[in-house]
């Protein structure tokens, strides 16, 4: 009996290999039973039946219960390794809510609605689709963690969230497809604030009366968007006509309060579970805060600014390109006041046509001076769609709005170089062992698989259709002109997802500096499309990627195709 007991001890320490490898024992009654059946006395075969599924179903229930008792004492054991960090999160925690302050609370609130609202729309929707024989569809089987109703959610919570997801939108590898997908749709609009309250925070930050600055300040908005809006303007000394860009009121405060709040929530998540730790999530949230932050601090886009208009100035692009000029005596935290430029879109093409004689040699400009400013200047225009990318009326190429821009390492440029020559040539080979060097993990890469899988994906980009659609609205001062080019966007967005997808499943993992790259890239394929449709932006000798793209991207370019063909 003592040795039954022994074993059955060791058998229930072991629940899986008891499920497996059942006890000797129990064969042993198992087999003896249709014999002791047989006799006078013992349980009839249907007994015997009743029991061993009883015994099995007690097995099943023990290895289910101890199998959730385990699960319970591992938690409980990282919990009290993890003990010594408990005073570092307090810490950590108390100092970011002192930082919310009472803004905290009131978002928490609005957070409450907003959950309240969506959830009204998917009990709704749901409710429509319950009873159908197609059943529940899968865009709302994880209820408002369902991409579609996740999007709407962070429509309602505002600036913060509409930010949040065009990063989402923008970084597919670090979110799932569905999700990058659905907030290529997060559209940043908002109603535009009461004229009287911008003007209160205009002298508010100006710090003087308005009309010694400004002959006049247009009261209706040119354009308003969730973190700002933008106002026509004089100044009074100089006569220039300019554009006053200013922050809404409470944006800044808003966006402390929310960012505040999902960190703690990232600290907390970590700290519960450490094996997140490998996908720093507290480090992108870390880098959204600093970057979301950065963007409403017109001090940094005025220095982006003058950046790119100092390295226009030095490459000798000055009569070719421009950026707006920075009025630093009107410009502060919250007010940035810059020169207005006067032009159309790189996708109305029948005004460019009116303004210059080749639409393609204003391509070629576009191209040379933004490939140029990825190595030669502190960064890059990271969002170079047609709202922000002008023909001007004296001939030269306008880039406007440096709120997003980019950063690239000389590593993911290098590779960068050979992934766009190699794209040009048709040298899936080459792309292949660049981008296994961008999003190098230590994996060994089978690059000739890779390479075949790349040529299936590329292959499809000449299917993507272009239309253009142009509206003008013309006032007695300029012509304001709105375009937005309609290139199925989710082709787009579908190929570069592939692109990421293949990747990955080869152990690749990319720094959003190429998403951003590649986003800016399928712009300017869309404008050659429209403007030069005969023109290869990438093998055009007119065209220079970088500043030594025929030395070292051809060099690099060879040295890949000795090594892998």
């Known amino acids: ?69 385990s699960q319970a004492q591992d938690f409980s054991t990282r919990l ?33 609605q907003a959950v309240l609202g969506v959830g009204g729309e998917w009990l709704n929707d749901f409710s429509k689709t319950a009873n159908t024989s197609a059943g529940i569809p899968a865009q709302m089987q994880l209820g408002l963690l369902s991409p579609l109703y996740l ?49 209160s925070i205009l002298r508010e930050e100006l710090q003087q009366p308005l009309d010694s600055i400004y002959e006049y300040i247009d009261p209706v908005p040119i354009a308003s968007a969730s973190i700002a809006q ?26 402390v309060a929310d ?34 932050l950065e963007e409403v601090d017109f001090r940094k886009e005025a220095t982006n600014i003058e950046a790119f208009q100092r390295y226009i100035d030095a490459m000798g692009f000055d009569r070719q390109a421009k950026a707006p000029f920075v009025y630093r005596h009107c410009s502060t935290k919250r ?25 393609e040699l204003t391509l070629v400009t ?50 960068m170089e050979v992934f766009l020559a190699s794209f040009a040539t048709d040298n899936y080979n080459a792309m292949a062992s660049a981008l296994s060097e961008m999003g190098a993990t230590g994996n060994d890469i089978n690059v000739n698989e890779f390479a075949k899988d790349l040529e299936k994906i590329f292959s499809s980009i ?42 990955e499943s080869y152990g690749l993992k990319f720094p959003r500096e190429f998403a951003l790259l590649m986003k800016q890239l399928l712009y300017f394929d869309r404008y050659t499309r429209l403007l030069a449709p005969s023109m290869n932006m990438l093998r055009d000798e007119r065209i220079n990627i970088g500043m030594n793209r025929s030395a070292a991207a051809k060099e690099n370019l060879d040295e890949y195709n000795w090594t892998f063909s």
């Open 335 to 359: 007010v940035l006041t810059m020169e207005r430029l006067y032009g159309v879109p790189l996708t109305d093409l029948d005004s460019i046509r009116s303004l210059v004689p080749d639409p």
């Open 80 to 112: 009290q390794d993890r003990a010594g960090e408990l005073p570092k999160l307090v810490e950590d925690l108390l100092q970011t809510s002192i930082s919310t302050g009472p803004r905290g609370a009131f978002r928490f609130a609005q957070g409450i």
């Open 462 to 503: 000449q299917d993507l259709d272009t239309e253009v659609i142009v509206a003008t609205a013309r006032t007695p001062d300029a012509t304001a002109v709105s375009a937005n080019v309609v290139v199925d966007e989710r082709q787009m967005n579908a190929l570069f997802l592939d692109l990421v997808r293949v990747s």
């Open 151 to 199: 999007r709407r959610l962070f429509e309602r919570m505002g600036a913060t969230y509409i930010k949040l997801g065009q990063f989402v939108a923008s970084a597919p590898t670090l979110f799932p497809a569905e999700y990058v997908e659905e907030f290529q749709n997060c559209f940043d609009r908002a109603p535009p604030v009461p004229y009287s309250e911008i003007e």
């Open 230 to 255: 933008v106002h026509g303007a004089r100044l009074k000394s100089s006569q220039k006509d300019v554009v006053i860009k200013v922050l809404k009121p409470g944006i800044e405060d808003t966006l």
């Open 259 to 292: 960012l505040n709040f999902i960190y703690v929530v990232a600290r907390i998540l970590e700290f519960l579970n450490p094996e997140l730790q490998r996908t720093s999530l507290v480090g992108i949230v870390k880098d959204i805060k600093e970057s979301m």
């Open 1 to 69: 009996m003592a040795a039954a007991a022994a074993r059955g001890a060791a058998a229930a320490r072991s629940p899986l290999v008891l499920h497996r490898h059942p006890h000797p024992a129990h064969h042993r009654r198992l087999r003896l039973l249709p014999l002791v059946a047989g006799g006078g006395g013992g349980s009839p075969p249907r007994v015997g039946r009743r029991i061993r599924a009883s015994r099995e179903k007690g097995r099943r229930i023990g290895v289910r219960v101890f199998a959730r008792y």
């Open 366 to 415: 576009a191209l040379n001076v933004w490939f140029g400013s990825l190595i030669s200047c502190e960064s890059f225009h990271a969002d170079v769609h047609a709202g922000n990318l002008w023909l001007l009326r004296d001939g030269r190429v306008g880039f406007l709005d440096f709120g997003i821009v980019g950063r690239i390492s000389p590593r993911t440029w290098a590779a």
